[in-house]
């Protein structure tokens, strides 16, 4: 079974560019997790989807950051400007559609804004 | 407070050595993950647990879901286990993912 996949692994921009994240869940999965997760810290959530509607974007700085699931299936993360602050690795990850459904990780995005 | 509290934060083991991380949650849950992530970002989930125990290989995972406490053991610890353990929660209401800080695991040679 192909896990999730997310591109790119690394990514260096300047502060006030803009940058894109993607990420492609496990078939079938029908919510998706994008989390922030700052050096030394836990996973933050920023938004999750179920299917292509969302069920919490609470803690999404939507100022700046905007996420979007077409077709309920992959889904892209933007963040424009970018911040100093925003340095961090960008988690996906996906689980089935049912309550307690395990959940499968990517690889992050690593993101440094200089 | 968070909602998902590990403890210890940092763990130096010398190898060989037995391992226990802890995990106490506040919520009603409909399942507990126990996850790895190594220096380079990626996580990898190694138990789900809704109740008792699951082993495999060395690693350990047990659940009192009426303390709300897991515990992650590895036992004959190796170098190569050394990395960031997480613990996480499906709200039951929810089903949002709760992360707990993580506890940074170095075993030495």
């Known amino acids: 079974e192909a896990g999730v996949a997310q591109s790119p692994r690394y990514k260096i921009i300047e502060k006030r560019q803009s940058v894109a994240f993607w990420c492609n869940p496990i078939?079938?999965?029908?919510?998706l997790y994008w989390y922030q997760q700052i050096l030394g810290q836990g996973p933050k959530l920023l938004i999750q989807?179920?299917?292509?509607?969302?069920?919490?974007d609470s803690q999404l700085p939507k100022d700046r950051f905007s996420a979007e699931r077409l077709k309920g299936v992959d889904s892209t993360l933007k963040i424009q400007p970018a911040k100093l602050e925003d340095s961090a690795v960008y988690l996906c990850?996906?689980?089935?559609?049912?309550?307690?459904?395990?959940?499968?990780f990517g690889q992050g995005t690593r993101l440094t804004v200089v | 407070k968070n909602e998902v509290e590990q403890s210890p934060q940092n763990l130096t083991a010398q190898e060989g050595e037995f391992i226990t991380i802890n995990c106490s949650y506040s919520?009603?849950?409909?399942?507990l993950h126990w996850l790895q992530q190594h220096p380079g970002g990626g996580i990898v989930s190694l138990f789900m647990l809704s109740s008792g125990k699951k082993k495999h290989g060395r690693l350990i995972a047990t659940i009192n879901i009426q303390e709300k406490h897991s515990s992650l053991h590895i036992t004959a610890s190796h170098p190569r286990d050394s990395a960031v353990y997480i613990c996480?929660?499906?709200?039951?209401?929810?089903?949002?993912?709760?992360f707990g800080t993580g506890t940074r695991l170095q075993v030495f040679p």
């Open positions: 078939s079938g999965h029908a919510t």
């Open positions: 990850a996906s689980s089935p559609p049912r309550q307690g459904g395990e959940a499968f």
């Open positions: 996480a929660v499906n709200n039951w209401a929810t089903d949002k993912l709760i």
């Open positions: 989807f179920q299917n292509n509607g969302v069920v919490d």
């Open positions: 919520v009603g849950i409909s399942a």
